[in-house]
């Protein structure tokens, strides 16, 4: 089954941008640890994933009454960063968890991909 | 000679989360495996009154309950519709299967209930669900909520399961433990459950709780060296024991006024010989053991009069410092009182009401010892206060009494 990880929020982490470039290096290390835990793990495949821009870089868009309004920034509601995402192919929910505690300890959202039939 | 009635609820109550587990582990649907079971049962308490009861008559519903999930299965299959199976972990083994007189995956299937994913308050009442049986509203009783709003709770419970991939199978090894200290956390939750005043007439509902204490047996049984899951059913069975005493004529009866013969001595034996030899641990584990290490005095004082106060106050000490409760506070501050004097008791509580502020027990404890150093009008004060925070009919009865006789004091 597909499950997208949600890369939510910072968590404890610092954000990439305040981070020295060695901090950076190892953040990226753990990054790649995970994609090579989850390539060698059987049953897991990696199907997608992408680090993601800024909140202040979104654009936003809404439907009221038939009509789209375009505004800057992220939705109010997501109070968080949300920093990028993976998409897994995985046999269940405990080997997703397993596999992220590879990633640095930022705040995660599994959720699971509906099977379109 | 058991009647064929007695067979089927014997052996509902022995097997049913056994074959379940079997049932799940064969077919990995939860909706299907559950209804199957439920009706090869009520065909049981049909058909063995008149046909008699089978050899084997774990292998008579665990092949009726297959054979029913086979034929919904083919319907399904005809009908073009796949439904989503159960995840299993890749390295999970199905249970030896035909063995149903052996085969046992209960433990994965407590866990499976028990999985931190799910919301904390469907994790026990789906595991008294799936792994006892427990009717529904009964378990909806337990946690006093209506039958519907239960049975809605474990069918969102299902769904998720499946839905969001919570596999079948045992947890990496360094999860295990933190994994079961979930588990008993979950069913210790249950069976407070059963003991927790609700409004209305009814105290408490013992039968219900004792569910619970029956899961905790199947989880020793499964796991006998864990030390979490043993001091839990000890102090599942220390507790659990003074039931019968706890409650006269629908009225509230304190510990140091219960009839102690009431007590069931064998499961307060078994509870006392759970707890010995148990060493101190860490973590939950030493929570659940020092909480059943007081229960335990509290069981061997043959009289209220001689039960070991002093030892359960540091107990209680060693327990507010690991755990910071104010719940803890509270008790240990009638430990201390008991074994020091009121006034050490009340300086315990300064404060408590700001952490506890709807805890009618606060106030209840304050005016108890208030009216033993012979404060009365500031225990009256307090038993008010109390009255006012307290919903439940029989306890506020209880507290009524104390403002009566207060009164008759005064005069």
Not at chain 1, 83 to 91: H, K, N, R, S, V
Not at chain 2, 87 to 106: C, H, I, S, T, Y
Not at chain 2, 169 to 181: C, F, T, V
Not at chain 2, 245 to 269: C, N
Request: aromatic letters at 4%; proline letters at 5%; a negative charge.
């Amino acid at each position: 089954m597909k499950h997208f990880v949600l890369l939510a929020g910072y968590g404890e982490t610092t954000p990439w941008d305040e981070m020295t470039a060695d901090e950076q290096e190892a953040e990226m290390a753990k990054h790649v640890a995970f994609s090579e835990a989850c390539e060698s793990r059987s049953g897991v495949e990696m199907l997608g994933g992408e680090a993601l821009g800024d909140g202040s870089m979104a654009t936003t868009l809404r439907t009221r009454g038939g009509e789209m309004t375009i505004t800057d920034g992220p939705f109010a509601e997501v109070a968080e960063h949300i920093g990028g995402y993976y998409l897994l192919e995985a046999p269940d929910l405990d080997t997703v968890i397993d596999l992220c505690r590879l990633l640095p300890a930022l705040d995660i959202e599994i959720i699971p991909v509906l099977e379109v039939p | 000679m058991k009647s064929p009635e007695q067979v089927v609820e014997q052996v509902h109550r022995a097997e049913w989360g056994r074959l379940l587990s079997l049932l799940l582990a064969r077919t990995r649907r939860i909706d299907l495996a559950e209804d199957a079971l439920g009706e090869a049962f009520a065909r049981a308490a049909e058909r063995w009154p008149q046909s008699g009861v089978p050899d084997s008559p774990s292998g008579w519903l665990y092949t009726t309950a297959y054979r029913q999930i086979v034929g919904r299965l083919r319907a399904e299959a005809v009908a073009g519709r796949k439904a989503a199976l159960l995840a299993v972990k890749p390295d999970w083994v199905p249970p030896e299967d035909p063995d149903v007189e052996l085969a046992d995956d209960r433990l994965h299937l407590i866990l499976l209930c028990c999985h931190p994913a799910l919301p904390r308050e469907s994790r026990s009442a789906l595991a008294l669900r799936l792994v006892m049986g427990t009717p529904t509203d009964q378990i909806a009783r337990l946690f006093l909520v209506s039958t519907p709003t239960m049975a809605a709770r474990l069918t969102r419970a299902k769904k998720k399961i499946v839905q969001a991939g919570i596999p079948l199978g045992a947890p990496m090894e360094e999860e295990l433990r933190s994994r079961l200290d979930e588990v008993c956390r979950t069913i210790y939750l249950a069976f407070t459950a059963g003991y927790t005043p609700g409004p209305g007439p009814d105290l408490f509902r013992a039968d219900a709780a004792g569910e619970a204490v029956r899961l905790a047996v199947v989880l020793r049984d499964l796991l006998p060296e864990a030390p979490q899951v043993r001091a839990m059913l000890a102090l599942l069975q220390l507790q659990h024991s003074r039931r019968d005493a706890r409650q006269l004529e629908g009225r509230l009866v304190p510990l140091a006024d219960q009839d102690r013969s009431m007590w069931h001595a064998d499961e307060k034996e078994a509870g006392l010989g759970l707890l010995a030899g148990l060493e101190p641990g860490t973590g939950y584990a030493e929570e659940l053991r020092l909480q059943a290490l007081i229960a335990a005095e509290h069981a061997r004082a043959a009289t209220a009069a001689r039960t070991g106060w002093a030892t359960i106050a540091r107990h209680y000490e060693a327990l507010e410092s690991l755990t910071g409760s104010a719940i803890v506070r509270l008790n240990r501050a009638v430990a201390v009182a008991e074994a020091e004097g009121p006034q050490a008791g009340l300086d315990l509580l300064t404060g408590l009401e700001d952490l506890l502020p709807e805890d009618h027990r606060v106030a209840a404890t304050r005016a108890k010892l208030f009216r033993q150093l012979g404060h009365i009008e500031l225990a009256n004060a307090s038993y008010r206060t109390a009255l006012d925070l307290c919903s439940n009919e029989v306890e506020r009865a209880h507290l009524r009494e104390q403002l009566e006789e207060l009164r008759a004091l005064d005069r």
